[in-house]
């Protein structure tokens, strides 16, 4: 709407050749607004154990009828994933255990999810124009979230969105850039932000080895996987754009900066050097901020999405099927899931958006 837009001449002033416009140049109404910028562990409480005592059958009075063997099973498996505070490094295996025990929230997450609490809060994402990001301004919108997503360049799918305004030209890598969204934001006065979720990522698309070993694309991966968010946190925080007490800095990282799950997921491989060591990196900088910004109560979540099928693992292709890849607007539902979930009590932790539970570092 066109209150969301500031006046250009104030944006101006405030900002040189910064110019906040109510829709995209060239782009029909429709468009959102635009604001182009210069150069403890998941408890399964039964889930599992209920979705397949559903197919044995109920008594008379809604009571569970199991017996012998297979009672017996599932009050064993129901006791495992309620003692469970780490999720396995074998994804092919993680995904086959989820199936035999009718994990219902790990195989479909609408049988957890509701996004009810999202609506009216006021959400920044980065790199919202393509893959898990765009799915998370979808189903923000969709649920009633004020949202403000933050992208190098618009796309058509973000048009029509409602409650959805767009920050263009902002390369997370630019320290200009980034700073320059951040002030248009405040001059804006939209307020604080409830959730800034930290999603803009790159991985090269080549599999990296000795052979081509790249010393430049590991410092790309490195500058927008691990100082990208933080460029962008601090930003935000400088100019109080982020709620102190309830807001929460979200950062979509990897199970692939596990350090220990290395020797299980590239066991005498090793390979992709760039991506392992920005993902490492994000965490323990994900860690530290969780330390700064708890005196503050703002919550810092670290969130594996889950295998997705999206154009950053397209080269993975082949296994999608065999390690449970879902769609982009699957793992927005089960990010989503776990930032309503998360608070200060959960900040710093890495958790695996898949099945709720932990990574270790």
């Known amino acids: 709407s066109m209150s969301r837009v500031v006046n250009k001449k104030r944006a101006r002033k405030m900002l040189g050749t910064l110019a906040l416009l109510s829709t995209v140049a060239g782009l029909p109404p429709a468009s959102p607004p635009a604001i182009p910028v210069p150069t403890d562990a998941w408890v399964a409480s039964s889930v599992a154990s209920r979705s397949a005592v559903g197919q044995i059958g109920l008594g008379a009075a809604g009571g569970l009828v199991v017996g012998g063997m297979v009672g017996s099973w599932l009050a064993s498996a129901s006791r495992a994933t309620r003692t469970r505070t780490h999720s396995l490094a074998d994804q092919t295996e993680r995904f086959k255990r989820a199936k035999a025990e009718g994990n219902a929230r790990f195989l479909d997450i609408s049988t957890v999810y509701d996004g009810a609490p999202l609506r009216g809060k006021r959400v920044l994402v980065t790199g919202g124009n393509k893959g898990l990001g765009l799915a998370l301004t979808r189903e923000l919108s969709s649920q009633g979230a004020d949202v403000v997503v933050v992208v190098r360049k618009i796309c ?199 099945d709720g539970l932990q990574i270790p570092w």
């Open 156 to 354: 058509k799918e973000l048009q029509g969105l409602e409650g959805v305004a767009v920050v263009q030209g902002v390369d997370v890598q630019s320290d200009e850039q980034v700073t320059g969204m951040a002030e248009a934001l405040a001059a804006e006065g939209g307020g604080a932000f409830d959730i800034v979720v930290n999603n803009a990522g790159y991985f090269w698309e080549q599999e990296e080895t000795l052979s081509n070993l790249s010393p430049a694309e590991q410092l790309k991966q490195i500058d927008v996987c691990a100082v990208g968010p933080m460029r962008v946190t601090a930003a935000l925080l400088k100019h109080g754009l982020v709620k102190k007490a309830t807001g929460k800095v979200v950062i979509i990282s990897s199970q692939a900066g596990s350090v220990e799950w290395r020797r299980t997921q590239n066991k005498d491989k090793g390979h992709d050097y760039g991506h392992h060591m920005s993902r490492a990196a994000c965490n323990i900088a994900a860690v530290l901020l969780s330390e700064e910004l708890r005196a503050d109560g703002v919550a810092v979540l670290l969130l594996h999405p889950g295998f997705s099928r999206t154009g950053m693992t397209a080269k993975y292709s082949h296994i999608w099927d065999e390690e449970g890849a879902v769609e982009a607007e699957v793992s927005a539902k089960r990010v989503l899931h776990e930032v309503m979930q998360g608070d200060i009590g959960t900040s710093g932790k890495f958790v695996n958006c898949e």
